[in-house]
C-alpha cells in the first residue's frame, strides 16, 4: 500500500481528534469530580457501585418506612395525650355530680358537659394518621368505632399494624383501640354513658343504696324477659347477695330467694296482696345495695318505709345500679387513668425503638455513602498528572506532524 501525504494527514487527524476527546473527557470529570460512569472504564467497579446503590435505595425505603411508623406514633402519643386529659376530665364530672346539693339545673350542666366530652371521645377514637389510615383500628381498614343504638361499637381488630425496617425487624406501630379503650361493659364510653344515665332522670333521682328502718315494701318493675338482677340485702344478723327473678310468671321467685338468705340476713319476706309488691320485715333497720344487673336506663328495684298500719310511710326511693353510683363511676375512671398511662407508656416504647432504627438506617445509609463516594469520586491528582501527560503527548505529536509533514524530497537529496 502506498503511504502518501494524504494517509499520512488522515491518519495524524484521527490521531489528534482521539487524543483531544480524551484530554476534554478527562477535564469534563475533574471539573465534575466524578469517574467515568461507563462501565466499560472499570467493570469490577462498576459491578460494585451498582450492587451498592441497590443497597442504598433499600435503606432509603426503609428510612421512609421508618419516618411514616414514627410520624404515625407521635400522632398516637398526641391523641393518647389528649385522651388521658378528656378522661381527667370525666373524673372531674363525677366528682362534681356527687354533691347532692345540686340543683336541677346544675346536673342538667354537667349532663351536657359529659355529652360534649363523649363526642370529642369519639372524635379522637376515630383519627387517623397523615395517610388517612386509623390509629386505633388495629390492622381494619375502616372506622376504629361507630355510634350504633346500642352505643359506640369497635369496629376494628385485636391486631397491631406493623412495619418491617430491616431484615428481619418488624416493629408494631400502633396499639388497637380494644388495648386502648377497653371493650363491652368495660369501655371507656361505657362509663362516660354510665356517667350520662346518672345524671338522667329517673336515674338521677335513685341512690347508690336504699334503707328501710324494720318494714319496707320493695316494688320490682317486672317484664316477660328472662331477666334477673343481684342485690346485696344487709339485715340485723348481717349481708348476703341475693339473686332475685323479675319474670312476671314468677312472682313468688324473688320472695323465696330472700327468704333462703334470712337465717344469713335477719330479714323475711312475703308477697304483698297486689301480687306484685313485697313486704320485707326485720327488728332493725335493713338496707339494699350494690345493684347488678338490669336495664341500663331506669332502676328496676325501689324501697319505701310501711307504717303499723301498712301504709307507705313515704316516698319508695329507687335503688340505682352500683357502677352508676358515683363512687362506680369515680373508681372506674381511675381505672381509665391508669390505662391511659399503660398506653402512653407502650406507644412511647415503640417510638423509642423506632427511632432506634431510625438512627441505624442513617449510619447505614452514611457507610455506603462513603462506599459510593469512594468508588465514584475521581482521584483529582492522578487524573491531574494523567491529564499532563496528554496534554504533553499531544504537543509533542503535534509538533513531530508539523516537522515531518514539512519535509519533502528536496531535503532528502540534498
Known sequence: MTIGDALFARLAIRGFGKLTAEIGAMQSRISSGVNDPRPSADPARAVELSALRDVRARLDTRSAVARDS??????TDQALAGLSDDVRSLKQLALRAANDALSPEAYGALRTEAVTL???LLATANSVDAAGRPLFAGTAPGPAFEQTAAGVVYRGDAA??????GDGLVLPTGISGAQVFGEGDQSLFKLVDDLIMG???PMLSARGAVTSKGQGQLDLVRGRADTAVEVTLTGPRGS???TLDLRLEAPGAPVDAINAQTARTGVSAALDADGSSIRLSAIAPFSLSQLAGGPPDYPVLGLGNVDDSGALAG?????????LTTEGVIAATDRMVDRMANSRAAVGSLGAAVDRQKDALTQQRLVVDQAVSGLGDLDVAATLTRLQSLLLSEQAAQQTYVKISSQSLFNYLR
Open 240 to 242: 348476703a347477695r341475693v
Open 118 to 120: 363523649r363526642a370529642t
Open 315 to 323: 316516698p319508695v326511693v329507687r335503688l340505682r345500679p352500683s357502677r
Open 199 to 201: 345524671l338522667t332522670e
Open 160 to 165: 397491631s399494624s406493623i412495619a418491617a425496617l
Open 70 to 75: 414514627a410520624d404515625r406514633l407521635s400522632l
